[in-house]
DNA sequence: CCTAACCCCTGCTTGC
DNA sequence: TGCAAGCAGGGGTTAG
């Protein structure tokens, strides 16, 4: 499922495809993926039709589309893609949107599930919901691991919960959770606030370690995940225990063992993640 | 403040 | 081999 990593991939992946270039025409083949509070298609047709697309960013797990007046905003959920191709491509069942671009070119939304999907806002839209209740982006200069540590200070619940809250760090899901905590020896189920400062400074390396290769590796492809080319990641291949519930730990070859955490399944060695 | 349950949805996995 | 039930999961919402 696409996570930070994987939407900065898209973004970056998109950006050269969509910068300077026009949106000529919208085509909406499931009306489901078009979101409040401007749900329907012809609020959508209104508000993309000829505009120029300016900016190409990344916030959490939104993918934000400046427009030269408004914005266009999307989060892929579990199983969205969002890509260029070629006018000839053969659309899949699974395409929802189609995007018309100026060089000829197809803008597609596909998802299986259509879970995510697509808003527009006129302002800011940092500043608008849902993203203006977004936390702290995890690779930001301004982030450290004291200002984590104050942060887990303040809350008592498990950091699995607490690296999953979108309110307090923006991008996390259960994939890159699993794989810090993991690499900061911490176990799943330890309340938040009480963690120590030396472990909130390794929890923040760990974070930001794993994040950073990730994202370098063209994020982690389970089954869905493509970026904007349709192209694959690779960071699966070093995942340490996501995806490994019972297999043998790499570093101590105990098994690894799966939980439910908060309603998510989560993947920890018992050995490796004692503190 | 916190947790659990529920919803959205479909394809894969599991059990018979 | 076929079929049905169960499961997964981001994030919003609601109930307790």
């Not at 930070?4 to 909406?28: A, I, K, T, Y």
């Not at 982030?143 to 498990?158: C, D, H, I, K, M």
């Not at 400062?197 to 290769?213: D, G, H, K, P, Y």
Request: proline share 4%; with cysteine; hydrophobic share 35%.
């Amino acid at each position: 499922m696409p996570e930070l990593p994987e939407v900065e991939q898209v973004v970056r992946s998109l950006r050269g495809d969509l910068l300077g270039r026009s949106m000529v025409s919208l085509e909406v083949f499931h009306t489901a993926v078009l979101h409040e509070p401007l749900g329907d298609e012809e609020a959508f047709q209104e508000a993309l039709t000829d505009r120029v697309i300016q900016g190409v960013r990344r916030r959490g797990k939104y993918i934000l589309l400046d427009l030269d007046q408004g914005h266009l905003i999307c989060h892929l959920r579990m199983t969205g893609k969002l890509m260029v191709v070629s006018q000839a491509s053969t659309r899949s069942a699974h395409r929802h949107l189609q995007i018309h671009l100026s060089d000829g070119r197809l803008l597609v939304y596909d998802d299986v599930r259509r879970f995510g999907g697509f808003a527009l806002v006129k302002e800011d839209p940092l500043k608008m919901p849902p993203l203006n209740r977004l936390g702290v982006e995890p690779l930001d200069e301004a982030w450290s691991g004291e200002v984590l540590y104050q942060r887990l200070r303040g809350r008592a619940v498990p950091i699995k919960n607490f690296l999953l809250d979108q309110h307090e760090i923006a991008g996390i899901g259960n994939i890159y959770a699993d794989e810090a905590l993991f690499r900061a020896g911490i176990r799943p189920r330890k309340r938040s606030n009480r963690l120590t400062r030396r472990e909130a400074a390794t929890l923040f390396e760990a974070i930001q370690t794993v994040l950073q290769e990730a994202i370098r590796l063209g994020g982690s492809t389970i089954r869905d995940y493509r970026d904007g080319h349709g192209e694959a990641g690779s960071f699966q291949d070093f995942h340490q225990v996501y995806g490994r519930a019972g297999k043998p730990c790499f570093i101590c070859h105990h098994l690894l063992k799966r939980i439910q955490i908060g309603g998510r399944t989560t993947v920890y060695c018992p050995h490796c993640q004692r503190s």
